[in-house]
């Protein structure tokens, strides 16, 4: 068992390294950078003026029929028509390419609504109290609520990345080696089905304890300012 | 001078604020009296454009305002230039620390340099005793404590006139009065604030002027000696209905 271990661990360390972990960091980001500009548009009131309010009313539609899309339909069946479908619509994508945009664009629907709860879970009363202060809202946002929201936003969020990491799993139906798919591979040579899949299980075990370190770091970090907390 | 004319403020198909016109001097403190949903609050937060009245005009100094019509980004920012609330709950921003919460609306608000705003906020910090917090986080302080520093924080805004929305409702007697005591001297110095509040001994011995707000309507505009020493009837009742007496 041990020799199996010994020589099927570096293909499958390497499949990790090479794309479930690369995927699953890249996706995250701009599954983020989706997710914010998501939850602002859907959270900010444009002004009366309707030269910002009517664009801004067509934005947030796009927004929702955004949310509603991804959130509606299996992240598997997304996959399969970025990378089997689109090239029948003269779109010819990459693997890599269209693992990165379906999950980005899956990761973004859901956080965009972990982090519009966070906004919405600031107090009218700090709203209040910067403008009062004269506080234009980009300034409240950047200064008052966004530091605020970041810190309830977190656990949520982490949620997601890890999940996205294991989903990463589904890219090797889209012919991406990675570390599952690798798993597969030797199996197939090996047959040693539960030995593989459960080494498989453990390594992304692994990975996705090391984030849930970071997570609880990046909370310390984020609540110094709460009370009961070590500074 | 604040003066305000023919303020209406309704909520659903409840006016709050029915056509009430008021003034408030310069440099004078005014305490605005009258029972729990009277529209007090509602008055203040007009001031200060947290509320929108329907209709009715703002006139402050030189700045005219009618509630009415919509209002120009700059004309909302000059409004607020001259006006500071303190709120019941202090609303402290709880992600900075003491003296960031009073550093960073003049620096990002007004573009004055960090020296000059810590400068002044530790001076301010001195002025209500509380010097040594300055680099606490609010959770760590007491409400008391809060309240100080967001009286600092209004402070550090040079704001024409302060406006207080039961700065002390939420703390107990002790705590009270040491946030009694600051506006108080603030008072002295010829501060110019408005105040709403239940504490009839603190209006009694700093108010220049009294409002008395009840229904929406005005029922009372005149002196603080007036008001306690020559009471209407409805005042009477007021003043006796909040009076713990044993005999009744």
Not at chain 1, 144 to 172: E, H, W, Y
Not at chain 2, 17 to 38: A, C, E, M, Q, R
Not at chain 2, 58 to 74: A, C, G, H, I
Request: charged share 20%; hydrophobic share 45%; net charge neutral.
């Amino acid at each position: 068992m041990w020799h199996t271990i010994v020589t099927s661990l570096p293909a499958m360390i390497s499949a990790m390294l090479q794309y479930t972990i690369p995927l699953a960091i890249i996706s995250f980001i701009f599954g983020l950078i989706l997710a914010v500009l998501t939850a602002l548009i859907k959270f900010i009131q444009p002004s009366e003026n309707k030269l910002i309010k009517y664009p801004w009313l067509v934005l947030r539609a796009i927004a929702n029929f955004y949310v509603w899309l991804f959130r509606s339909t299996p992240l598997l069946v997304q996959l399969f028509i970025i990378f089997f479908g689109l090239p029948s619509a003269g779109v010819q994508l990459s693997p890599f390419i269209a693992a990165v945009i379906g999950f980005s664009l899956n990761t973004g629907a859901y956080a965009s609504e972990t982090i519009r709860s966070a906004l919405l879970s600031v107090p009218q009363d700090q709203w209040d109290a910067a403008f009062t202060l004269n506080f234009t809202t980009k300034q409240t946002l950047m200064k008052i609520v966004l530091p605020q929201a970041v810190r309830i936003a977190l656990p949520p969020l982490s949620n997601s990345f890890i999940g996205l990491v294991k989903d990463t799993s589904l890219a090797s139906s889209i012919t991406i080696l990675e570390m599952f798919q690798v798993s597969q591979q030797i199996t197939a040579k090996n047959f040693q089905p539960l030995l593989m899949y459960s080494l498989a299980a453990f390594l992304y075990a692994v990975v996705c304890s090391l984030l849930t370190l970071l997570q609880h770091y990046l909370e310390r970090r984020t609540s110094k300012y709460v009370k009961g907390s070590e500074a | 001078m604040i003066s305000l004319k023919n303020i209406v403020k309704t909520y659903g198909n409840k006016q709050v604020l029915k056509n009430l016109s008021v003034d408030f001097p310069d440099g004078k403190t005014t305490v605005i009296l009258g029972p729990s949903g009277s529209g007090k609050s509602t008055l203040l937060r007009s001031l200060d454009l947290l509320v929108r009245p329907e209709s009715g005009t703002l006139n402050f100094s030189d700045l005219k305002l009618d509630y009415s019509k919509p209002v120009s980004k700059k004309l909302s920012f000059d409004v607020r230039k001259k006006t500071s609330m303190v709120f019941q709950n202090w609303n402290l921003f709880p992600n900075l620390t003491v003296l960031k919460n009073i550093t960073t609306a003049p620096e990002t608000v007004l573009g004055k340099s960090k020296k000059e705003t810590e400068e002044r906020a530790h001076k301010l910090l001195a002025q209500v005793g509380l010097s040594e917090y300055a680099d606490r986080y609010p959770s760590q302080l007491s409400g008391g404590q809060q309240q100080r520093i967001s009286i600092c924080r209004a402070l550090a805004m040079d704001p024409e006139y302060i406006l207080l929305d039961e700065p002390t409702s939420a703390l107990d007697p002790e705590l009270e009065t040491q946030v009694l005591l600051i506006l108080e001297e603030l008072s002295k110095m010829g501060q110019a604030m408005i105040i709403v509040t239940h504490n009839m001994e603190f209006a009694r011995s700093v108010a220049d002027k009294i409002v008395f707000v009840e229904d929406g309507d005005i029922l009372f505009d005149g002196s603080t000696d007036e008001f306690f020493n020559h009471p209407t009837t409805r005042i009477k009742d007021f003043l006796s209905g909040i009076t713990f007496n044993e005999e009744k």
